[in-house]
């Protein structure tokens, strides 16, 4: 943990922010077949293949290439792209309200997340609090992804920011710890109260 008591914010977005989950489209296409949703993800859509999104592949790309691969599944794959909004049901509890008090005590905030650039375009519109942050950097569009530590960095070069000032949350034990080791103070988020108090523990909240 940094020495030096941090004064900004920077969050991940999907499940700190907003949940995410292919589970949640496939759930119903899948009409309840459990094993059948998992082995499609395991196997066809892959968490692999949606880090590729993430690091800047356009999704038109990224279908045509899987439908190739596994032309029955055509319809499943292009709904993961066409139906992305179905995988988000809403906010994470607690976590916009802790960003809006931080704003209301002029906490500088900023956001480091791995997002495809137009699917993030979509969430913003969605949720205002996304609009929130002093900067954001969204890895589709840098085509760099956590954990590599060149995202944190360019995330203080481009916002001036000092990695002992930052406190830097995510739900990824390998985000977090990367965030460590350019020097920034992480927390391992596992739901809002937990947060709260280490945000208070800091005198961020």
């Known amino acids: 943990m940094s020495k030096t008591t941090p004064s900004t914010v920077v969050f991940d977005i999907g499940q700190v922010l907003i ?24 196997t066809v859509c892959t968490s692999a293949w949606n880090l590729e999104q993430d690091r800047g592949r356009p999704w038109a790309e990224a279908v045509a290439l899987l439908t190739a691969e596994h032309p029955d599944c055509a319809e499943l794959i292009r709904a993961y792209d066409e139906q992305w909004e179905r995988m988000v049901p809403g906010p994470i509890a607690g976590t916009p ?48 992804v956590k954990p590599d530590p060149a995202i944190y960095r360019l995330l203080l070069d481009r916002y001036g920011l000092d990695a002992k000032d930052c406190f830097f949350i995510d739900d990824s034990v390998a985000n977090v710890e990367s965030a460590r080791s350019v020097g920034m103070t992480a927390h391992h988020f596992a739901g809002a109260e937990a947060l709260r108090q280490d945000l208070e523990g800091f005198g961020l909240l």
């Open 19 to 42: 949940e995410w989950d292919p589970r949640h489209l496939y759930r119903e296409l899948f009409d309840g077949y459990e094993d059948m949703m998992e082995e499609f993800l395991d």
């Open 97 to 144: 309200e802790i960003l809006a008090e931080l704003k209301a005590r002029g906490v500088p905030v900023y956001a480091i997340t791995n997002f495809s650039a137009d699917k993030f375009e979509l969430a913003r519109k969605r949720f205002d609090f996304l609009n929130s942050f002093e900067g954001v950097i969204v890895s589709g569009t840098e085509r760099l």
